[in-house]
């Protein structure tokens, strides 16, 4: 059971650049998450899905897009990358447990843009 | 919007001594859940402890425990007998009851927790 993967861990873009991240669980989660992480600025929402075939956006999204595959994928695209992408980027799926909805994370992306 | 406030960006501690990181959120809803979590240097998001907004009884896991003032939208994180390993960047996270909100996490912008041997 390897919980929330994403790949890659680590990523330099160049401006203008496209790149996919993508995200997996095996936890069988319907809802699953994109955030980005910024110094100082803590996690913020870009998309999320609440269930396989909806997408909704968060609080950041402009710049990206998504896609939930399936069930069990969930990927960030950046269609034309620009140095304010900069940052850690997170993916999340969440499920029903102990009275209450918990998230798992997923170890981070690493998305430098130069 | 829900916001959630961590106005201190570094503590120190000294180990096995107690410290207590702030935050404090903004809702205009009666339900909904708190949580800390974790970041070590390995950037893995670790859940600490969870509050439920309608639990009067604070939270405890362990060495963590909460202060959960609703009244006052404050909800502190209390760490006893600190170790090494607790050195971290801790979140305070709100998530609303509502299940059209989709059980987002809205996150404060984090403290940073050093642990002195």
């Known amino acids: 059971n390897a919980g929330v993967t994403q790949t890659p861990k680590f990523q330099v873009l160049k401006t203008g650049q496209s790149m996919t991240l993508q995200c997996a669980q095996d936890m069988n989660h319907n809802s699953m998450y994109w955030y980005r992480q910024d110094p100082g600025m803590g996690l913020r929402l870009i998309y999320y899905?609440?269930?396989?075939?909806?997408?909704d956006k968060g609080e950041v999204p402009n710049g990206y897009n998504v896609s939930r595959l399936n069930k069990r994928e969930f990927s960030l695209r950046l269609e034309s990358a620009a140095p304010s992408q900069t940052s850690v980027y997170f993916c999340?799926?969440?499920?029903?447990?102990?009275?209450?909805?918990?998230?798992?994370f997923g170890p981070g992306t690493r998305l430098t843009v130069t | 919007a829900q916001t959630v406030t961590q106005s201190q960006p570094e503590m120190s501690v000294q180990e096995a001594e107690t410290v207590t990181l702030s935050c404090t959120y903004d809702?205009?809803?009666?339900?909904?859940?708190l949580f800390w979590y974790k970041q070590p240097p390995s950037r893995q998001m670790i859940l600490v402890i969870r509050q439920e907004a309608y639990k009067q009884q604070n939270a405890t896991e362990n060495r963590f425990s909460v202060n959960f003032q609703k009244a006052a939208k404050s909800f502190s994180l209390k760490i006893s007998d600190s170790q090494l390993g607790d050195a971290a960047m801790y979140f305070c996270a709100y998530r609303s009851s509502f299940m059209e909100y989709g059980n987002k996490l809205v996150f404060g912008a984090g403290t940073i927790l050093r642990v002195k041997s």
């Open positions: 899905s609440a269930s396989e075939g909806t997408t």
């Open positions: 809702t205009s809803e009666s339900d909904y859940y």
């Open positions: 999340a799926s969440s499920a029903y447990s102990g009275g209450s909805y918990e998230q798992y």
